[in-house]
């Protein structure tokens, strides 16, 4: 039974930095993905970055790349989502969740919400 809770979200100005955390548990290898999504009110929910926990490959879309890192623990089942220079577009409910992955390969391109198969319940983000 897989299952993900964030933390980290909160409030921030504008050019700050704030930095979520997604602790997995219920996967018995390492052969998953884990993204990181966002949706503002009124809009669709986009995907922000995703790794590849196994080889650690990862994606970004492109409104955070240079600003947004994720990463993997080294001894914890969990990913990091390190934001920085944050601007109020970026304000909005962040939701963690996990696809099985057969290899790196899939994490290098977009992945759609739809491929992810668990997910988190969020946690609020606002950067005014």
């Known amino acids: 039974h897989v299952q993900l809770v964030e933390s980290g979200g909160g409030s921030v100005q504008a050019g700050g930095s704030l930095k979520l955390s997604c602790v997995v548990t219920?996967?018995?290898?390492?052969?998953?993905?884990i993204g990181w999504f966002r949706q503002s009110p009124g809009k669709e929910r986009e995907g922000v970055a995703h790794i590849y926990v196994n080889g650690g490959m990862t994606y970004y879309t492109e409104s955070v790349k240079g600003r947004f890192t994720i990463s993997r623990h080294n001894t914890e089942n969990a990913v990091d989502l390190q934001m920085d220079s944050l601007n109020p577009e970026d304000t909005g409910m962040y939701s963690c969740?996990?696809?099985?992955?057969?290899?790196?390969?899939?994490?290098?391109?977009?992945?759609?919400?739809?491929?992810?198969?668990?997910w988190g319940q969020g946690t609020q983000v606002t950067v005014s």
């Open positions: 969740a996990a696809a099985d992955c057969v290899n790196g390969l899939q994490a290098l391109t977009v992945m759609t919400k739809n491929e992810f198969k668990y």
């Open positions: 219920g996967y018995s290898d390492a052969n998953y993905c």
